[in-house]
């Protein structure tokens, strides 16, 4: 497609449930991120890979959130028993370049429209 | 570490008043600044951006400085429209983060404009 698709756009959970989100990058976008935005806050960086790896993952509030890309391409975010305080937006972005193509990147993130996640 | 602030809103003007939105931010080393904006049922988009001191950023009317200085990229725009109301979030990059340019973001500042 012609932008960052995200699925599903919208998701309810139960608390205990685990949940697994979805992001469809550009084509060919080497750098891809996942932000978690709750309501009312800026996006916090969650992971960052690069290709297929991982490079940072420090954003990750626990060991319930996993996320993976193995084939470099579509990237899926995994959440293990769901808490309430895990209810956000899930963002995932991607960019045409990696870290290593230069010290300064270009920044320019291109966003999925999101995965809202409620867990009750 | 880093961090970015802005002006808490909402902000609500009428068309073709003058807006400025605040942002400074917080850096070790010497960040790229970026704006981006959220339209209603979007996802984030570039608005503009400085990677150097003094630069200054501009796209659809909106203008930012990088000011070293004040460590601050405030947003301006002469005349602002009803299509311009969204959410904007100030942004830096770390260039110290090898391994990606990740962003970090200000808490958005919401704009309504009324015709």
């Known amino acids: 497609g012609a932008g960052v698709s995200q699925s599903p756009r919208y998701k309810v959970a139960k608390r205990g449930q685990d949940v697994a989100l979805r992001c469809d990058p550009i084509?060919?976008?080497?750098?891809l991120f996942w932000y978690q935005q709750a309501l009312g806050q800026g996006p916090e960086f969650l992971t960052y890979?690069?290709?297929?790896?991982?490079?940072?993952k420090s954003g990750l509030p626990s060991d319930r959130f996993f996320a993976e890309r193995p084939e470099g391409s579509v990237s899926t975010l995994k959440i293990q028993r769901t808490q309430q305080e895990d209810s956000a937006v899930y963002l995932c972005?991607?960019?045409?370049?990696?870290?290593?193509?230069?010290?300064?990147?270009?920044?320019?993130?291109?966003f999925g429209e999101g995965s809202r996640l409620t867990v009750l | 570490g880093d961090s970015v602030t802005q002006m808490e809103g909402p902000v609500t003007l009428s068309e073709e008043a003058f807006l400025t939105i605040n942002c400074t931010y917080t850096?070790?080393?010497?960040?790229?600044l970026f704006w981006y904006v959220q339209y209603p049922g979007e996802g984030l988009q570039l608005l503009l951006k400085?990677?150097?001191?003094?630069d200054k950023g501009s796209n659809k009317g909106f203008e930012a400085t990088y000011r070293k200085e004040t460590t601050s990229f405030h947003l301006e725009k002469g005349s602002v429209q009803v299509s311009d109301s969204a959410v904007y979030f100030c942004?830096?990059?770390?260039?110290?983060?090898?391994?990606?340019?990740?962003?970090?973001f200000g808490k958005g500042t919401t704009l309504s404009v009324s015709s």
């Open positions: 972005a991607s960019s045409l370049k990696g870290g290593t193509s230069g010290r300064r990147g270009t920044g320019e993130l291109f």
């Open positions: 084509s060919g976008h080497v750098s």
């Open positions: 890979f690069q290709n297929e790896a991982q490079l940072d």
């Open positions: 850096a070790t080393g010497y960040p790229s």
């Open positions: 400085a990677t150097k001191a003094d």
């Open positions: 942004a830096l990059s770390d260039r110290g983060n090898q391994a990606g340019t990740a962003l970090i």
